[in-house]
């Protein structure tokens, strides 16, 4: 008899992303694409990069004191799509944005927003840490000072602090603070990274592939910090590891080719997915 799994290997053994281009079926998101409590929803978002239509009609909530994941195939506009929640396309003069996205109610895409506060409040943590090449200390006092939070020594001392702690690297660093946030080992420059977003008091904190620069350990330290984070901030992660997507979010979302197929509570996503490619693709059909 053929089974679901053998039909499913059938269709889609040996083929990649692409080979779906062009004859795809999409016909709208499958599962839910709300959360209880949205702190973030994008409706009908577009992306194009010149003539490339990269994201399609997305519509996700990111919710509070969650972890979303997006996950799918190289290309399929994960990235894309998380860049468009703190506006970071407008640094791509090709890239076009269409559609909502609301934080909180307010309209992320309105031409009149200030992005500068934005990226505060919708930080944003990439795959390579990227300290800036100053003082540990100055990593995290830096963002505060120049979104005027404060300017006082006490206060950005106790923020650095505060910041430090939350991001796990305190009882590592305090003896260093001086010293260059380039010379600690990558885990610990991806804490600095984050503990830099968290310095200027977020609402979301957006992961593009956050451990994929780091060893297994250093990995293991993040994904327990995520956890933690999620206590207080809305986390939007982009991994190309599915164990990982598994071990620290609430949701998944899978994309395929620019369309979001399927979204949904992260076990159902693993064990239970109900499009045909986000089975293929978590059962490693295809990457
Ligand atoms: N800066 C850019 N300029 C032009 N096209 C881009 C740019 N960034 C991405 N694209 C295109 O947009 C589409 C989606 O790319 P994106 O990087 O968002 O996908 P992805 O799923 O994050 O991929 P990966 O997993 O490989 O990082 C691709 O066709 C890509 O070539």
Known sequence: MNTTAEAIETSTANLKASDFDGDRTFEGTLGDITAAEARMECRQVNVWYDDNHAIREVSLDIGKHEVVSMIGPSGCGKSTFL???NRMNDTIPAAKVTGSIKLDGREVLDRGIDVVPLRAQVGMVFQKPNP?????????AYGPRIHGLTNHREE???LVETSLKRAGLWEEVKDRLEQPGTGLSGGQQQRLCIARTIAVSPEVILMDEPCSALDPIATAVIEELIAELRQEYSIAIVTHSMQQAARVSQRTAYFHLGDLLEVGA????????????????VTGRFG
Do not use: M, W
Not at 132 to 140: D, G, L, T
Not at 269 to 278: A, G, S, V
């Open 83 to 85: 860049r468009c929640l």
């Open 132 to 140: 800036f090449p100053k003082s540990v200390y100055e990593n995290i």
């Open 156 to 158: 950005l001392d106790e």
């Open 266 to 281: 992260t076990g159902q996503i693993f064990e239970d997915p109900q499009h045909n490619l986000t089975r293929a693709y």
